[in-house]
C-alpha cells in the first residue's frame, strides 16, 4: 500500500469520524429534545386515572388534558387542527373521526391510529333478586341486552317481578356524550342482532329494533352505578351498564355488593383503548411512549386489561361508522 | 421533577395557608377569613346539612387536602334550596343580602338545579348547575303518618299510596270510613314547592299518581281536566300550607304533648330523616344544650308511596358560573372529593340521611324501630324534565287550596321607629305587604286590619277593618292603596286584637279554604283596658284543639327587637300555626313571603 493510498483511508477514517461523531451527538440532541418536549395527550374521561399515572411519571413530558369523547367527537368533527397529539379513547373513536371527516370531505386530523393498547369488557351490574326474577323471561335464563331491552320501561309485574318494583329502570351511560355510552349501546345493538356486522339499514329500518332501543332510551334513568348502589336498595335503577374498568371497583367496594350480580352479557363485547396520533415527531413520540412500557403500566395501574388473555380476538363492536350512527339515533 | 414541583407546591401552599400568627392553622374552619394566597371555596347549602358540612369543612380545611395542589379555604353558608335558586337565576348580584357568591352549590334535590338552568334558558342565559353532580347524601321524600293511622290503613303489610290518601280526603266519612270517628276528617300538611323541597317533590309524586305514570310526565299530562281534579282533591285537604316541613313537625309534637296529634293533621309530606327526628324526640333535628329529647308518645311511620317517590339527593354542583375561578373550581372539586371519603360519609348517619357513597352502609338510625325502613323505596319517580317541572310549580300555583286571609297590622306609634335604613318600620312593613299581595291568586280571599288604642271613638275602637275580606283578584289594587297610606297612631292593643281578628275569622269560616289571621306587630301589648294575656290564650286553644270544625290558624309576626316574640308564638301554637321572627326589620320583606307560603 503506497503512501498516498494510506493517507486517503487516514482521511476517510477521519471523515468518517467526524460524521459518526455528528451523527451521536445529534442523537444525543435528539434525546434532549425528546425529553423535554411537552406532549399534548387528550384522554377520553374513561382513561381519566391511568392518563394521570402518565402525566405523573417523572420520565414523561406528557400533558394531559381530560375531556367526554362526546364532546371531542363535536369538536373533531369540523375543526383544522386537533390540538393535541395523541387521542386515548377506550374505543375506536380516532378511526370514528377519520371516517366522519373523510366522509364530510374534510382533511384526516388523526394520521395514524395504534393497535388495541388495553381492554375492558362492556358488563351490566343488576340487583340479584331483580335479574334472578328478570332471568325468568329470558333466553337460556340469562340476563342479555335483547331480553333487558325488552323489559325495559314495562312493569315488573309483568316480567317476572313484583308490582312494588314500579318499572324496569337501566342505567346506561350516556351514548351522547361519554365512550362508554357508545361502547355499551354498540355491544348491546350487536347482541341484538347476533353478530357485530351490523348495517345503518338495519338499525333504521327493523322496527324491532325500533321499539326494543326505544324501551332502553325511554326506561333510562341518567344515573351512573355508584348513585344506583347508595341509598341502601334498587329503587333507583335495576340494572346499570358500563365498562368493567369504572364498574366493578365501585360493586366491589359497595356496602350492598353481595345484592348485586355482574352480567357480562354473551358474546362478551369489549372497548379497546386506541391511541389517535397526528402528523408530528411530537406525536411520534407520544405512540412510542405510550405503547411502551410506560403506557401499559399506567393503563394496567388503571385497571385495564393488557393483553387478551380469556377475551374473545375482537371487541364485538359495530364498525365505527355504524356506533356514530348509534349516537346520533340516541341523541334524536 | 414534576413530583418535586408538586411538593414544593403542597410546601408553599402549606406555608401560605398559616394563619399570620403562625399558630398552626387550629383556627381555620367553615367559616374562617381566607388567608392571603388562598381561594375561598364558599358554600351554599340547604339548611339540613349546614351543620354537617360546617363540621367537615372545618376539618378539610386544616387538613393536607385543603392545600395539596393550592391553598383553599371553605366556607359554608345556609341557603335554603329555593332561595339559592332564584339568587342564582338572577345572577347573585346582591351579595349582601344573599351571602358570597358560591362556587359549590349545594341544595337539598337536584331538581333545584334542573329548575335554575330552565329559567335561565328561558332568560337566554347558559345553565350554571352542571348535569352528573355527585350526591352529597341521600333522603327519600316520605309521608309521614302517626302510626296508628298508618295502621288503620294496612301498614306495614298493605303498601299505601297517594291514591289510597285522595280516596280518603274525599270520603265525607273521613276516618270513620277505618273504623275512626274520632279522628274526623283526613288533613293533609304540604308545604310550598316554590320554597320546600320536600313540597316539590311531593308535588312531583302527587302529578305522577294522578297520572298513573312513573316517569316522563309532560306539559299534556299536567294541563288535563282529570289531574288537575285529583290534585285539587288532594289539595282540598290540606291544612296549610309553610315555606318548610318543620311547622308542622313542631305543632304535631306539640299537640302530641296535650295528647291531640291525631286530630291536628294526619299525614305531611316530609323527609325520611325528619320521621326519625321526630320519633327521638327532636322535630327539629338539633339538640340545643340542655334539651332532652323526648320521644312522643304517638310516633309517627314512614310511607313510602306505593307509586313511587324521589329521593332528596343532595347535588354538589361546582357551578359553571363566571365568578367560579380555576383555583376555586381544583379546590371545590377536591373538598368534594374529601366529604365523599368514607370515614367522613359516615357521619352522615349520624343526622339522619343515608351516605351518597355506595361504600358506606345504611345503618342506624335508619331503622325499623324508628318508623322508616332502610329496604324502602321500592322504586322512584322519574325527575320530570326542566319545562314540565317549572310549568309544574305553575299550575300548583293554580290549583293549590285557596285562602281566606286576615292581614292585621300593627300601626302603633312605634311603627314610626327609624328601621336602620332611614325608613320607618312601617314604611318597610307596607312595602312588604303590598309586595305580598302578589303570592296570592286571584280567588283567595283577603282582608286589612289595622290595629292601635283609640282609633276612633266608635267601637270596636282599637282596630278598624280598611278593607273588608274579599277575592285578590278584585281589589289587589285597593289592597296596596289602603296598605299605603298606613300611618303610625298610639299604643298596641295586641291581646284585644288577636283575639277578636280569631273569632271574626271563625265565624266567617269558610271550609273549602285555608282560613288564617295573619298578625304583624313590633310591640307589646300596653292596653290598659285589656292587659291579660290568658282569656286570648284560652280563646284561641279552645277553638283550635280537638276535632275543631273551623280551624283558623294566627301566624304571627315579630317586628323589630320590642315585638313580644314569646307572646306571639304563644298565640301561634295555641291555633297550630307558626311565628316568624323579623327582628330585623330589614328582613320584613322575605319573612313576609315566608308568611304568605302558608296559604
Known amino acids: 500500500m503506497n503512501a498516498l493510498l494510506l493517507r486517503l483511508l487516514a482521511l476517510a477514517a477521519a471523515v468518517a469520524m467526524v460524521v459518526g461523531a455528528l451523527a451521536v451527538r445529534n442523537r444525543m440532541d435528539d434525546d434532549k429534545v425528546s425529553r423535554s418536549t411537552e406532549l399534548r395527550l387528550l384522554c377520553a374521561t374513561e382513561l381519566e ?37 395523541g387521542w386515548l379513547t377506550p374505543g375506536p373513536f380516532p378511526q370514528m373521526v377519520r371516517e366522519t371527516r373523510k366522509a364530510d370531505g374534510h382533511t384526516a386530523l388523526i394520521d395514524r391510529v395504534s393497535r388495541p393498547l388495553a381492554r375492558s369488557r362492556v358488563v351490566i351490574a ?3 333478586e331483580r335479574a334472578t326474577a328478570l332471568a325468568t323471561r329470558c333466553v337460556d335464563r340469562a340476563v342479555e341486552w335483547k331480553c333487558l331491552g325488552d323489559a325495559a320501561g314495562r312493569p315488573w309485574k309483568d316480567v317476572g317481578g313484583r308490582d312494588t318494583w314500579g318499572s324496569v329502570k337501566t342505567a346506561l351511560p350516556d351514548p351522547t356524550t361519554t ?37 332502553l332510551k325511554t326506561a333510562n334513568v341518567n344515573v351512573d352505578v355508584a348513585r344506583m348502589l347508595a341509598a341502601g336498595g334498587p329503587s333507583i335503577a335495576d340494572a346499570a351498564a358500563g365498562l368493567e374498568v369504572s364498574v366493578k371497583p365501585v360493586v366491589d367496594a359497595a356496602a350492598a355488593s353481595a345484592e348485586v350480580s355482574l352480567i357480562y352479557p354473551s358474546p362478551v363485547a369489549t372497548a379497546d383503548v386506541f391511541l389517535g396520533t397526528v402528523t408530528s415527531e411530537r406525536a411520534a413520540l407520544l405512540a412510542e411512549l405510550l405503547e411502551g412500557s410506560l403506557g401499559r403500566a399506567a393503563l394496567r395501574a388503571g385497571g385495564w386489561q393488557i393483553g387478551n388473555a380469556g377475551l374473545p380476538p375482537t371487541s364485538y363492536l359495530p364498525v365505527p361508522g355504524l356506533l356514530a350512527a348509534l349516537r346520533d339515533r340516541w341523541a334524536q | 421533577m414534576k413530583r418535586l414541583l408538586a411538593v414544593l407546591a403542597c410546601v408553599l401552599a402549606l406555608a401560605a395557608c398559616q394563619p399570620p400568627n403562625g399558630d398552626g392553622g387550629e383556627s381555620t374552619s367553615g367559616t374562617d377569613d381566607v388567608p392571603e394566597g388562598c381561594a375561598a371555596v364558599d358554600v351554599a347549602s340547604s339548611p339540613e346539612k349546614v351543620e354537617l358540612l360546617t363540621e367537615l369543612a372545618a376539618t378539610f380545611n386544616d387538613s393536607d387536602a385543603a392545600s395539596d395542589g393550592g391553598c383553599v379555604v371553605v366556607r359554608v353558608q345556609r341557603k335554603s334550596s329555593g332561595a339559592g335558586a332564584t339568587a342564582l337565576v338572577n345572577g347573585w348580584t346582591d351579595e349582601v343580602a344573599e351571602g358570597p357568591k358560591p362556587v359549590i352549590w349545594s341544595p337539598a334535590a337536584s331538581s333545584w338545579g334542573a329548575v335554575v338552568n330552565q329559567q335561565l334558558a328561558n332568560k337566554g342565559d347558559k345553565a350554571v348547575a352542571p348535569p352528573g353532580a355527585k350526591s352529597f347524601m341521600l333522603t327519600p321524600l316520605v309521608i309521614a303518618m302517626p302510626r296508628p293511622m298508618a295502621q288503620a290503613l294496612g301498614w306495614p303489610d298493605t303498601p299505601i299510596g297517594y291514591s289510597d290518601l285522595l280516596a280518603l280526603a274525599q270520603n265525607p266519612e273521613g276516618w270513620a270510613s277505618k273504623g275512626h270517628p274520632e279522628w274526623g276528617a283526613f288533613r293533609l300538611g304540604k308545604t310550598n314547592p316554590n320554597f320546600s323541597t320536600s313540597a316539590l317533590s311531593a308535588t312531583i309524586a302527587q302529578y305522577y299518581a294522578a297520572t298513573g ?40 309534637f306539640r299537640n302530641d304533648a296535650r295528647g291531640t296529634s291525631l286530630t291536628y293533621v294526619s299525614a305531611v309530606a316530609v323527609e325520611e330523616k325528619s320521621v326519625i327526628d ?34 332528596s339527593d343532595s347535588p354538589f354542583y361546582v357551578l359553571d358560573a363566571p365568578w367560579v375561578s380555576a383555583a376555586e373550581r381544583s379546590g371545590a372539586q377536591r373538598f368534594e372529593r374529601f366529604v365523599q371519603q368514607p370515614a367522613n360519609q359516615r357521619k352522615i348517619l349520624r343526622f339522619g340521611f343515608r351516605p351518597g357513597n355506595p361504600a358506606v352502609a345504611v345503618g342506624s338510625p335508619i331503622v325499623r324501630a324508628n318508623g322508616v325502613d332502610p329496604g324502602q323505596p321500592q322504586t322512584t319517580l322519574g325527575l320530570p324534565s326542566p319545562p314540565v317541572l317549572v310549568r309544574l310549580i305553575e299550575r300548583w300555583g293554580e290549583t293549590r287550596k285557596s285562602a281566606r286571609v286576615l292581614l292585621v297590622i300593627d300601626v302603633s306609634g312605634s311603627m314610626s321607629e327609624d328601621a336602620g335604613n332611614g325608613e320607618t318600620k312601617l314604611e318597610l312593613a307596607k312595602r312588604a305587604a303590598i309586595d305580598a299581595l302578589a303570592q296570592f291568586k286571584p280567588d283567595d280571599q283577603v282582608g286589612v286590619r289595622i290595629f292601635s288604642t283609640n282609633l276612633r271613638q266608635q267601637q270596636p275602637s282599637d282596630y278598624i277593618d280598611l278593607v273588608p275580606i274579599g277575592p285578590v283578584g278584585g281589589q289587589r289594587e285597593r289592597l296596596g ?44 301589648n300596653d292596653d290598659e283596658h285589656n292587659n291579660d294575656l290568658n282569656p286570648t290564650l284560652s280563646a284561641l286553644r279552645a277553638g283550635s284543639e280537638g276535632l275543631s270544625s273551623s280551624p283558623v290558624r294566627l301566624f304571627t309576626i315579630a317586628y323589630g327587637h320590642d315585638a313580644d316574640k314569646d307572646t306571639l308564638k304563644r298565640m301561634a301554637d295555641a291555633t297550630n300555626a307558626a311565628a316568624y321572627d323579623a327582628s330585623d326589620p330589614q328582613t320584613i320583606a322575605k319573612v313576609f313571603t315566608a308568611v304568605v307560603s302558608n296559604f
Open chain 2, 481 to 524: 292603596v289602603e296598605i299605603g297610606r298606613l300611618i303610625p297612631r298610639e299604643g298596641t292593643p295586641l291581646y284585644t286584637v288577636a283575639r277578636e281578628s280569631y273569632q271574626d275569622m271563625k265565624k266567617a269560616y269558610d271550609p273549602a279554604r285555608i282560613n288564617a289571621v295573619l298578625l304583624l306587630t313590633d310591640g307589646r
Open chain 1, 179 to 215: 365512550a362508554a355510552g357508545v361502547v355499551t349501546l354498540g355491544a348491546a345493538t350487536a347482541t341484538f342482532f347476533g353478530q357485530p356486522d351490523v348495517g345503518s339499514l338495519d338499525i333504521n329500518e327493523s322496527d324491532a329494533y325500533g321499539a326494543w332501543l326505544n324501551n
Open chain 1, 49 to 85: 386515572a391511568a392518563c394521570d399515572a402518565i402525566e405523573d411519571d417523572p420520565d414523561s413530558s406528557v400533558t394531559v388534558t381530560v375531556e367526554e369523547v362526546g364532546t371531542t367527537l363535536d369538536r373533531l368533527a369540523e375543526a383544522d387542527v386537533a390540538g393535541f397529539d
Open chain 2, 278 to 311: 321526630y320519633n327521638r324526640g327532636n322535630p327539629d333535628g338539633i339538640t340545643d344544650p340542655g334539651e332532652r329529647p323526648r320521644p312522643p308518645k304517638v310516633p309517627l311511620v314512614a310511607i313510602y308511596p306505593k307509586e313511587g317517590t324521589l329521593f
Open chain 2, 213 to 252: 305514570k312513573q316517569r316522563d310526565l309532560t306539559l299534556e299530562d299536567i294541563n288535563r281536566p282529570e289531574v288537575t281534579q285529583f290534585n285539587q282533591g288532594v289539595e282540598s285537604a290540606v291544612v296549610h300550607y309553610g315555606d318548610i316541613t318543620l311547622t308542622f313537625l313542631n305543632n304535631w
Open chain 1, 126 to 128: 343488576m340487583w340479584k
